[in-house]
């Protein structure tokens, strides 16, 4: 999504406190989300953070529920439009992969490799991402320069 009118954005961005009461006495909050694409039934969430906020509990464990459940997660770290660490879920997977450098070109292969998976296995495919992530294992040898 390209954002032609930050203002008229910006206007009207939700505040969903007025749920906060919804959810009994616990800490749960709904939570935005930056980006999300599908493709053939494969999902991809984007998550953006600023340069020294981490994921927080409440996240961490939603992305994981997320990833369990097949989605791919993407988390980016840096200023808007200038990417410099990133990390993932893997679809069926708990645990993220640790954190690494970015650049936009690292985060343009990430999401271009995931989309060429998916694409590849088609929406009719009986074939999940792979339950080892074995598409992610070549995107990080690009990733690292080691193709």
């Given amino acids: 999504m390209t954002i032609k009118n930050k203002d008229a954005f910006m206007g009207a961005l ?7 009461e919804c959810f009994n ?7 935005d989300v930056d980006g999300i694409v599908e493709r053939n039934g494969h999902v991809l ?5 600023p340069p020294g906020k981490e ?6 464990i939603m992305f994981s529920a997320l990833a369990q459940s097949g989605f791919t ?3 980016i770290w840096g200023e808007t439009n200038k990417p410099k660490e990133f990390m993932f879920w893997k679809p069926y997977q708990v645990l993220p992969s640790k954190k690494m450098a ?12 995931w989309y060429v998976c998916v694409d590849e296995m088609g ?3 009986k074939r999940k991402m792979d339950k080892k992530g074995k598409w992610l294992d070549t995107l990080r040898m690009k990733i690292n320069g080691d193709d």
């Fill in 25 to 31: 006495k616990t800490k749960i909050k709904v939570s």
């Fill in 45 to 49: 969430f984007i998550e953006a953070k």
């Fill in 14 to 20: 939700w505040d969903w406190g007025f749920l906060d």
């Fill in 73 to 75: 997660v993407l988390v």
């Fill in 123 to 125: 929406r009719g495919s």
């Fill in 102 to 113: 970015a650049t936009e070109e690292t985060i343009k292969s990430f999401v271009r490799h």
């Fill in 55 to 60: 994921v927080s509990v409440g996240q961490s």
